[in-house]
């Protein structure tokens, strides 16, 4: 049955998506969210999503896909490679899962495709992409166009982070009103530490350059008393 007011999201517990999981909520009569288990170190995001979900009152579900995980070598699905601490000058870090990106909005639109769901949201951005190349806007209109090519229909990915940093990103979970969930109960590091992480992998960076740009504007803003 086709769910016109529906959406799905593709949730992996962090930051990003968390904040698109609340930007559906406002946007969508009904909200279903998708995770994966690829072979990821920090596999604990999956409860992590899971519990988001029961909080925010959505239909959950998670699926096993861990041959992306082996198809290629990185750092968060091989315990052997030292993760890159900085993006490197002629490729993306080594955090980079070739193809993951691909592979989850491909799984989700078919997921989606089976339940008349055809609006699908990721939490992927051009702003703050850390030299991902699955991250990038061109990247997800052509799957967009491929996906509806492969199974003839009318998907529509959203991207609400497409072109904020990570200091926007925050201002949009404060506006939704869910700036303590995600500062506290998500998961965004590599090394799996919830809230405000390890403080030394390249995403709990990048989170907490965000958040201290974001509390310098939002504290400005306040007026003195």
């Known amino acids: 049955m086709l769910e016109p007011q529906s ?40 409860a992590i999503a899971e519990a988001i979900c029961r909080e925010a009152d959505v239909p959950f579900a998670a699926l096993d896909v861990p041959l992306i995980g082996t198809l290629g070598s990185n750092s968060l699905t091989d315990s052997t490679v030292a993760m890159d ?9 080594n955090t980079f899962v070739p193809g993951r990106n691909l592979f989850f909005l491909s799984i989700a639109a078919v997921f989606a495709r ?5 609006d699908l ?18 990247f997800v209109r052509s799957l967009n166009v491929t996906l509806n090519l492969a199974m003839d229909a009318q998907f529509r990915i959203h991207t609400p982070l497409m072109w904020l940093d990570k200091a926007e990103t925050w201002a949009m979970a404060d506006r939704l009103g869910v ?3 995600i500062r506290h109960c998500t998961l965004t590091c ?5 809230g405000d992480g390890c403080g ?8 907490r350059e965000g958040l201290e740009k974001y509390l310098r504007t939002r504290n400005a803003d306040v007026p003195n008393t």
């Open 200 to 207: 030394e992998c390249p995403a709990c960076k990048l989170r």
């Open 179 to 181: 700036f303590d969930l």
């Open 121 to 138: 949201v990721t939490g992927v951005g051009q702003t703050d992409f850390s030299g991902y190349p699955d991250c990038r806007d061109t």
């Open 7 to 46: 959406a799905l999201v593709v949730l992996s517990g962090g930051q990003d998506s968390t904040t698109c999981l609340f930007w559906a909520k406002a946007h969508f009569a009904r909200v279903h969210a998708l995770t994966f288990r690829y072979g990821q170190q920090h596999v604990q995001e999956v």
């Open 190 to 194: 590599y090394r799996g530490v919830v």
């Open 85 to 93: 601490a900085t993006k490197p000058a002629d490729g993306p870090p």
């Open 114 to 118: 089976e339940r008349g769901i055809f």
